[in-house]
């Protein structure tokens, strides 16, 4: 089975500090994805990566950036919290080499809360 | 803009009885996913639909995919409270996934 993990399923941070988000993927997937998740707006695409050190935005990368050494880890920084970032933020992984996409396998979720 | 639409948002249903969440899509794609999601918890991968025309089923769930119409389907046959979840559809558009708001299901005796 393919499983992804995510370092924190439940994180409190202040605002303006920096924060660390972490997603392992171990089926050594090509392309890893964030969202958060919000009542009413559904999942919206932060950032997404098809190949090591490679990024491309997704739909709000605004007050994100991500990092992609290893092929199978995939870390959302925020570099300076704010109170609009709390959120459900998810990670998934997929496997397909060629577009598209293909479908993906999500980790279980960091709720994260700013204050 | 590309828009993923599920309807209806919120769905309450009687055990037994048979139901159908639409989900409708604003541009060409050939691949649609849908996923289930408990209170609390992460995504799961329901269905993969990778063709106009293609079903899938699995106990009490049917999903169909129209590329044409740009609709897809999930049926509910004979619910039970186990179904009781949040359902959402993804459009695959090359590089990423686009996903409906979600139906929230419940099911109730």
């Known amino acids: 089975d393919v499983k992804v993990t995510q370092s924190s399923r439940y994180l409190v941070k202040r605002t303006g500090e920096k924060v660390f988000l972490e997603c392992v993927q171990d089926m050594d997937h090509e392309n890893m994805f964030w969202y958060r998740q919000d009542p009413g707006l559904g999942l919206r695409l932060i950032y997404f990566s098809y190949d090591v050190k490679m990024k491309e935005k997704g739909d709000i990368p605004e007050g994100y950036s991500v990092s992609r050494e290893k092929k199978e880890r995939f870390s959302l920084i925020l570099e300076s919290a704010s109170t609009n970032q709390t959120s459900m933020y998810l990670c998934?992984?997929?496997?397909?080499?060629?577009?598209?996409?293909?479908?993906?396998?999500f980790g279980p979720g960091t709720r994260l809360t700013v204050t | 803009e590309l828009k993923v639409e599920q309807n209806p948002l919120f769905l309450s249903m009687q055990e037994g009885k048979n139901y159908t969440i639409y989900c409708n899509y604003s541009t060409t794609s050939d691949r649609l996913y849908w996923y289930r999601q408990d209170p609390g918890k992460s995504l799961e991968s329901l269905f993969v639909?990778?063709?106009?025309?293609a079903v899938k089923q699995e106990g009490r769930l049917m999903a169909s995919l129209d590329t044409k119409a740009r609709l897809s389907t999930l049926h509910i046959t004979a619910a039970v409270h186990d179904l009781s979840a949040t359902y959402f559809c993804a459009v695959d558009i090359v590089d990423k996934l686009i996903f409906g708001t979600g139906t929230r299901l419940q099911v109730f005796p």
């Open positions: 639909l990778l063709s106009n025309g």
């Open positions: 998934a992984s997929s496997l397909l080499v060629a577009r598209p996409v293909g479908e993906q396998y």
